[in-house]
């Protein structure tokens, strides 16, 4: 790693992947190889995947804690350092969830597939820098409107 | 289902989700690629749509997985197009595609600090999200003042300036000098009064950055947090939409609490109590609901609550309010609740005075150890390690163990090692640790490392009252079908030494023994030792097993030594002896090997011996021993001469001394070439050297000692004594400095002696083996050797011979116990005759205090507690050295290394720092963790400000006393001038204004 300061308190990475482990989002805030990211989303993946709904939406991985939530046959994972929040940052997947269920009106899988570019732009607009941005979920749907005029 | 708005880009994915296979999908994605690879190599064709649209694609086909190694520079290159929707593709792609390390950010800087400091908005934002998500340290130099006018300006609406203030924390990361602390304070103190709360929740990740690297410099905010959680508390003035489930921004306020755990204490009474309201309000006032994203929430901002209260080391009623909560949360069975609950129990132990109550949930928190999720399992394991003392200790290893037979394979290395920690420290008694470990290595062998069955080993030889009850053990283990590897070699450790003590009982007869164990030990890889002298035992072992009606004699009860006189020697010193006497010597010799078959004679060091370290085996050339026993020897490691006479280490690995100044080593021109290669080589040679070496008695080496730099004042001290005509022909200050650092090698030299040293190390124990040469082919007459140990060192020399017979070499053990901390050194007090001369010397053991350390790595977790808990005055000291060697950063690292001290990158986040952890041994301190933290001053490398903490007040000093000497003069200086000598404690006045208050500094480490 470049920089010891990345290790404290941000989210170092967000994915969204389905069930297969088909990749529909990432986003990275630390300099990684495009090697690594690849095993990184599929370590993430293989950890999730298979854990019981009963179980904590937290695991820990390499160093790091994966938290994660299911939303159909999606999982939003977002890893951050051990020290953090853990239902912080749960809650902030949900809003997260919401924002985009807001967007779309009734988000499903097919349409963060074919709006991907979308799922970044908002995701932009929500999380910076690997810290939250904004927490209105009616800042970032009038900001999207904004953009979407400029188009 | 809305399709993206760009035909191409929606039948290109429906393409890939129709594929039925992974081949397929490859196909379309290679045909995909070539196609907008040849698109892109005549750009000039390509309408600003096209080339977005292929920029969507490339970045989709990435996301799938596959490799792009083209497309990079078109896709920067839109950053720079004059319309809106190209740079925002433009910006965003390049984000995802490329890290802060690539060449191609570099050519766009200019255009992206113009569209900063521009005037369209949309165009700063586009620029400071990039810049936000990916900038580097390049970045950060030609942007930061920039991005800093944004946040502040009163004419830029909150969207700009939100994004401005996360944009400056990244460039921060990068490169924390871009903030000017004086200036920021002020206006970051302004920035907290911001009513936008999607501006005052970035500005907040900003200030926990600043904070956590330099509370000190903010003090004037934290008056500003408590009212902003006062205000949330209250939900006083916060719009609907920053509400979560009617909850005030849950993420504001986990962020604001965690900045207040930056700063040390609270010291200002009304923000005091203001704070303490608003946590109470938390603690009592969060209550369970149905609605999970809003139990979440609340419990985000409890929990948060929770480790500032601890944090702030709150009064009494209020911590134990805080163990109650947790208590509740650790029996609930909402997983994320209960693991959190464990989680922060883990982080309450360090409190002092609620030990006792968290021990009342003992019961409950193994419950979690057999939950079904390893998650829980983890933070229940952390927690009762972490609670583990001697009262519990034997209730919390049993579970551990009975644990460990479930355990799946993520787990039982942790499990293992915690297990044999805890056995270790907190054993009622010995027998039981014996067991632990017994147990341990039956059950999980795999995890069980060397060094955890050496230790079983030391303990039972050093405990008599242990050795048949560990015998007996290793004995019932081996009826045992399957047996791990490791319960062989321990078991056959122990019955080897002391099976004899069980000969009376059923089935424990030496040739019972001997069976049992022989069946065993093909399971044990012996090949793959890359010990030469382990492969050279199973060898020999296997060669005695065929022996037949002779094993009953080499079977026999091994007898005392009275003292530890090589068969050899014996040999060399009588050629003539009769027959029957040779006869017994043989069988001695043999009893010797056969003593040694099962594990070398020595304490356990196979396995794990590196390649570099491999000993040099050398055959003794004496004439009568050829058939009987291929007996070897261990030499340590010499040095040959080169051509011009410099001395080189034969020895490959040369850790991290620097290297010797060879031009300015003067060797004896006068000596007899023979005469300068060592022992060794002679013995090497067909005894090639004719008579004695003339003694030399002007020897430049004396010039060269008394000349050099006062370092180490006892040897030179005893050397200035030494009136000796014989001089030694070795730089002995320089050869006991090596010997700090490495564990066999050189001594002393002289025409007629070599005495090479060989040491091993065992938490307080240390066992050196002498190796006495004559170089002559003349006896060493009037041989003695005494120790004069300090008195923090327990010291017992084995009976050295009065004579050493020419060309001989005599092994003489020396046991070290440790018992306290010093920097006290032990003195080997060494004298012998040769011809008329008698020579005397003085010589420095190398029984330093870094030989009973043992290098440690911590995690930021038990760090930060650990460095904390140990702020009490004398445990923690610290210190400015100034006249400190000026060494980069990296050579401080590696110095500290060859002292044992384990450098821990990443714990402290200030670049110019470095912080280490090591385990000291000693019989009054046992095993003792010591943190220690420099700090260096870039402009000033002479000196640096050194922190060490432990335990124990004198072992705090003796170590931050023994790294000093070696920041301020690096051992083995060849320079003529003497070292700037120690500056004593230096009044904080002279502190450079860089520093800032320790205690500062670390709380924002933590």
């Given at each position: ?11 170092r ?17 630390v ?17 999730v ?10 695991v ?37 969830v ?44 009038e ?6 005029k400029l188009? | ?64 997985g ?11 290159s ?9 740079k ?33 908005e ?17 970045f ?36 924390p000098d ?38 000190e ?23 609907q ?14 962020k ?24 109470q ?14 139990n ?36 609930v ?27 009342r ?15 829980i ?8 390690y ?29 499990l ?13 008694d ?36 242990l ?24 078991s056959?450790?122990?019955l080897?030494e002391?099976?004899h ?30 010990d ?6 199973a ?9 037949g ?6 079977l ?13 020697l014996?040999?060399?010193e ?47 050339p ?24 410099a ?39 067909p ?50 400095h ?23 190390w ?38 050295v ?51 009973f ?11 930060f ?38 450098v ?35 402009q ?45 404690q230096?009044?904080p ?18």
């Amino acid at each position: 790693m470049a920089d010891t300061r990345e290790t404290f308190q941000q989210i170092r990475f967000i994915l969204l992947q389905n069930r297969q482990g088909k990749t529909r989002l990432a986003k990275y805030y630390v300099p990684l190889e495009d090697s690594e990211k690849h095993k990184v989303e599929y370590e993430v993946h293989r950890l999730v995947v298979n854990r019981d709904p009963k179980f904590t939406n937290f695991v820990e991985f390499r160093t790091h804690k994966v938290i994660y939530r299911r939303y159909a046959g999606l999982f939003f994972s977002m890893c951050v350092d051990i020290t953090d929040n853990e239902l912080a940052y749960l809650e902030c997947i949900h809003l997260f969830v919401e924002i985009l269920d807001h967007f779309f009106s009734n988000v499903c899988e097919l349409d963060l597939v074919f709006n991907f570019h979308k799922v970044y732009l908002i995701l932009d607009e929500f999380i910076l820098a690997g810290e939250l941005q904004e927490t209105s979920k009616r800042a970032i749907i009038e900001r999207m409107g904004e953009l979407e005029k400029l188009e | 289902m809305a399709l993206s708005g760009m035909r191409g880009l929606s039948v290109f994915i429906s393409d890939i989700r129709n594929c039925h296979n992974k081949e397929q999908e490859r196909l379309r994605v290679d045909k995909e690629l070539g196609n907008i690879r040849t698109r892109f190599k005549n750009e000039k064709g390509l309408s600003p749509y096209e080339k977005k649209k292929y920029v969507w694609k490339t970045l989709y086909i990435y996301m799938l997985g596959y490799d792009v190694d083209f497309g990079h520079m078109e896709t920067v290159s839109l950053i720079s197009a004059p319309k809106y929707p190209e740079k925002q593709v433009g910006y965003i792609v390049t984000s995802c595609l490329l890290n802060e390390n690539n060449d191609f950010l570099r050519m766009v800087i200019n255009t992206v600090r113009n569209d900063i400091i521009g005037r369209n908005e949309t165009y700063q934002c586009l620029a400071l999200t990039m810049v936000g998500n990916i900038g580097g340290k390049e970045f950060s130099e030609s942007l930061a003042p920039d991005v800093q006018k944004l946040l502040i300006s009163s004419s830029c609406r909150p969207v700009v300036r939100k994004k401005a203030a996360l944009c400056l924390l990244r460039l921060y990361r990068k490169n924390p000098d871009v903030v000017n602390i004086d200036g920021w304070s002020d206006r970051m103190a302004q920035l907290l009064d911001e009513r936008d709360l999607g501006v005052l929740t970035s500005v907040m990740s900003l200030f926990v950055s600043l904070v956590s690297n330099n509370a000190e410099a903010y003090w004037n905010c934290l008056p500003k947090c408590v009212r902003i959680l006062e205000r949330m508390a209250r939900n006083q003035d916060i719009p609907q939409e920053y509400t979560y489930y009617g909850i005030p921004s849950p993420w504001l306020q986990v962020k604001t609490m965690r900045a207040l755990q930056y700063f040390p204490t609270i010291e200002d009474p009304g923000a005091r109590r203001a704070l303490f309201e608003v946590l109470q309000r938390i603690l009592m006032g969060t209550d369970v609901v149905k609605n999970v994203n809003k139990n979440n929430a609340s419990h985000a901002v409890l929990f948060e609550a929770l480790a500032l209260v601890m944090h702030l080391d709150a009064e009494k009623e209020m911590m134990s309010q805080c163990v109650a909560l947790l208590g509740k949360f650790i029996a609930v069975r909402e997983p994320n609740i209960r693991y959190l609950g464990l989680e922060n129990m883990s982080r309450m132990l360090l409190v002092t005075d609620v030990q006792d109550i968290i021990k009342r949930h003992q019961a409950q928190i193994i419950t979690s150890l057999k939950d079904p999720d390893i998650s829980i399992r983890r933070r229940a394991l952390d927690l009762l390690y972490g609670m583990c003392d001697v009262t519990n200790a034997k209730e919390i290893v049993e579970e551990l163990l009975q644990y460990l037979n479930t355990a799946e394979f993520a787990m039982r290395e942790e499990l293992s090692l915690k297990a044999a920690i805890l056995a270790e420290k907190f054993a009622p008694d010995l027998s039981w640790y014996v067991d632990v470990i017994l147990q341990l290595i039956d059950k999980a062998g795999d995890f069980v490392s060397d060094d955890i069955w050496y230790r079983v080993v030391q303990f039972v030889t050093n405990n008599e009252d242990l050795q048949p009850y560990a015998a007996a053990k290793a004995r019932e283990y081996l009826d045992k079908p399957a047996l791990h590897e490791t319960m062989v070699k321990v078991s056959a450790y122990l019955l080897g030494e002391y099976g004899h003590l069980l000969a009376r009982r059923p089935g424990c007869s030496p040739k019972e023994l001997f069976a049992i164990i022989n069946d065993k030990l093909p399971t044990v890889s012996y090949e793959s030792y890359i010990d030469v002298e382990i492969q050279q035992r199973a060898v020999e072992y296997f060669e005695l097993s065929r022996k037949g009606a002779a094993l009953a004699d080499v079977l026999a009860e091994m007898p005392k030594f009275p003292e530890r006189e090589s068969a050899l020697l014996k040999k060399a010193e009588d050629a003539e002896v009769d027959t029957a006497e040779q006869s017994a010597i043989k069988l001695r010799s043999q009893q010797q090997t056969s003593s040694a078959i099962v594990v070398a004679d020595q304490p356990p060091v196979n396995g794990s011996v590196p390649a570099s370290n491999h000993l040099t085996l050398v055959k003794m050339p004496s004439q009568n021993i050829t058939e009987d026993s291929n007996v070897t020897y261990e030499e340590p490691p010499v040095e040959i001469p080169k051509e011009n006479g410099a001395p080189v280490e034969v020895e490959s690995k040369v850790e991290n001394i620097p290297e010797t100044n060879i031009e300015s080593k003067v060797e004896p021109p006068a000596v007899h070439p023979a005469s300068q290669a060592d022992l060794l080589a002679d013995l090497l040679g067909p005894l090639a050297i004719e008579g004695p070496p003339a003694a030399v008695e002007q020897n430049p080496v004396q010039g060269l000692e008394t000349n050099q730099s006062p370092v180490g004042d006892l040897a030179l001290a005893t050397l200035e004594d030494q009136s000796n005509s014989v001089q030694p022909i070795v730089n002995v200050e320089e050869k006991f400095h090596i010997l700090c650092s490495k564990d066999s090698g050189v001594l002393y030299e002289d025409p007629h002696i070599q005495i090479g040293l060989k040491a091993e190390w065992r938490a307080h124990h240390g066992r050196l083996v002498l190796f006495l040469g004559n170089k002559n082919t003349a006896p060493l007459l009037s041989v003695q050797a005494l120790i004069l140990p300090p008195s923090h060192l327990k010291t017992e020399l084995s009976s050295v011979p009065d004579t050493i017979p020419p060309r001989a070499q005599v092994q003489i053990p020396l046991e070290v116990v440790n018992l306290r901390a010093s920097r006290d050194v032990a003195v080997l007090d060494f004298s012998y005759t040769f011809g008329t001369s008698l020579v005397n010397v003085k010589l420095r053991l190398p029984v330093v205090l870094n030989k009973f350390l043992q290098p440690i790595t911590l995690s930021p977790e038990e760090f930060f507690p650990q460095w904390k808990a140990l702020n009490v005055q004398n445990l923690k000291v610290q210190e400015v050295v100034k006249g400190v060697k000026p060494l980069p950063l990296p050579e401080i690292a590696s110095l500290f290394m060859s002292l044992h001290l384990a450098v821990a990158p990443g714990l402290d986040n200030n670049p110019n720092n470095l912080v280490a952890c090591t385990t000291f041994f000693s019989e009054t301190t046992r095993a003792m963790l010591c943190l220690v933290r420099i700090e260096t001053d870039p402009q000033d490398r002479t000196q640096l400000r050194l922190t060490v903490a432990s335990g124990d007040q004198y072992l705090t000093f003796e170590l931050k006393e023994y790294i000093k000497e070696h920041l301020i003069d690096i051992p083995r200086v060849q320079t003529a001038s003497p070292p700037v000598p120690v500056q004593p404690q230096l009044p904080p006045a002279a502190v450079p204004a860089t520093y800032n208050d320790p205690g500062a500094m670390l709380a924002g480490l933590l």
